[in-house]
């Protein structure tokens, strides 16, 4: 939207928002791993094995009916 609106084509769109993006990915992406490690606002939570269980038998169950040998 931004690109069409100064008519930049993709590669001059990316050449002038790399400074930016460049910046915000990075950071973004360790923020992501910082509130998961340290749990914040609920993430990070450990798995009840008998959830992992219901989902391992049913992932298996799945792959069998797609190959069904």
Do not use: N
Not at 38 to 46: E, N, S
Request: proline share 6%; net charge negative.
């Amino acid at each position: 939207m931004i690109a069409r609106y100064l008519d930049w084509d993709f590669v001059e769109f990316g050449a002038k928002m790399f400074p930016v993006s460049s910046t915000v990915l990075p950071i973004g992406m360790w923020t992501c791993v910082m509130v998961e490690i340290l749990g914040i606002f609920g993430y990070g939570g450990k798995m009840p094995k008998h959830v992992r269980k219901v989902l391992k038998q049913f992932a298996e169950d799945g792959e069998s009916s797609e190959h069904p040998d």
